[in-house]
């Protein structure tokens, strides 16, 4: 849009929604895309991060000051995805019949649901059970690795379920076992239900999310014996709902809102305040 509209292109507002490390481009792919990354950070008027700690990470990927970006808490929830008062867990908590372990996304490499398969296979009791909410291009592979580690009677994937509230509600743990994110708003969902979490190092906001384990253990990427070895404490761990539900209500639509319309009017004036050949000389710099 800069470089077809010059000086009539509207300012544009980029949200940040992943992870900008890419560690799992390698050579010459990942010096092309932080490359590619700088360049929108010549022509882009002004980004968005969806928690604190990505604000570095962007100005540094993008090679911008910081005024250049503003922090808006990912409107993930809603008020109304928040209850009042404590969960109620079903009528089967208590009575011996297993730890219900549940993991939202699509079926994708980035999400690695295959880790997590193979730590649910080493750590699940017989009564514990694993469901993979989401669907995607991995269900074949993965369906095939739930037989082979024997966990076909234990290991769900019941494919797209919209709302996911009420499953979270109905569960006791749950686990993140991604190789990159953003901010995932299937942490927030889970901080909602109050649910104890475990999730791997994948995104710069997660310790912050989690409040630095507050709110659930932290595990490194990739690693299957840390995964298992926290999924197995997760089930012993006792929850604390109410500090989940609060830090959970700083990322709802009702609080973005406003945040996104005052930075839109902001972004709008900051634009018609500049010269027009300080636009096109930004557009011309970014194509050399």
């Known amino acids: 849009?800069?470089?077809?509209?010059?000086?009539?292109?509207?300012?544009?507002?980029?949200?940040?929604?992943?992870?900008?490390?890419?560690?799992?481009?390698?050579?010459?792919?990942?010096?092309?895309?932080?490359?590619?990354?700088?360049?929108?950070?010549?022509?882009?008027?002004?980004?968005?991060?969806?928690?604190?700690?990505?604000?570095?990470?962007?100005?540094?990927?993008?090679?911008?000051?910081?005024?250049?970006?503003?922090?808006?808490?990912?409107?993930?929830?809603s008020a109304a995805d928040i209850p009042r008062k404590e969960p109620v867990r079903s009528s089967?908590?208590?009575?011996?019949?297993?730890?219900?372990?549940?993991?939202?996304?699509?079926?994708?490499?980035?999400?690695?649901?295959?880790?997590?398969?193979?730590?649910f296979a080493s750590m699940g009791g017989p009564q514990d059970c694993l469901t993979i909410l989401g669907d995607g291009p991995e269900r074949t592979s993965l369906t095939?690795?739930?037989?082979?580690?024997?966990?076909?009677?234990?290991?769900?994937?019941?494919?797209?379920?919209?709302?996911?509230?009420?499953?979270?509600?109905a569960s006791d743990v749950f686990v993140l076992s991604s190789d990159y994110e953003g901010v995932p708003a299937v942490i927030i969902e889970a901080l909602a239900a109050g649910l104890v979490i475990v999730a791997t190092d994948c995104s710069v906001s997660m310790a912050s999310l989690l409040e630095h384990g507050a709110l659930g253990e932290l595990v490194p990427r990739r690693s299957l014996w840390c995964l298992e070895q926290a999924m197995r404490a997760a089930a012993v761990r006792t929850p604390d709902p109410g500090r989940a539900r609060r830090q959970a209500s700083r990322f709802t639509a009702e609080c973005a809102a406003d945040a996104y319309a005052a930075l839109f009017a902001r972004t709008v004036t900051k634009a018609r305040s500049v010269p027009d050949p300080e636009k096109n000389s930004q557009v011309a710099d970014a194509m050399l």
Not at 145 to 163: D, K, N
């Open 1 to 77: 849009m800069k470089l077809l509209l010059g000086s009539a292109c509207p300012p544009i507002v980029a949200k940040v929604s992943n992870d900008l490390e890419r560690r799992d481009l390698v050579g010459p792919a990942r010096w092309g895309y932080r490359r590619w990354l700088k360049i929108q950070g010549r022509l882009i008027d002004q980004f968005v991060g969806m928690a604190s700690p990505m604000s570095t990470e962007i100005a540094d990927a993008m090679a911008l000051l910081q005024t250049q970006v503003a922090i808006i808490n990912d409107p993930a929830i």
């Open 92 to 119: 089967r908590e208590g009575e011996g019949s297993g730890k219900r372990y549940i993991a939202v996304g699509r079926l994708v490499a980035q999400k690695n649901f295959a880790l997590l398969i193979r730590a």
């Open 144 to 169: 095939r690795l739930i037989a082979e580690v024997g966990m076909t009677g234990q290991v769900y994937m019941p494919g797209h379920v919209s709302p996911v509230m009420e499953q979270l509600r």
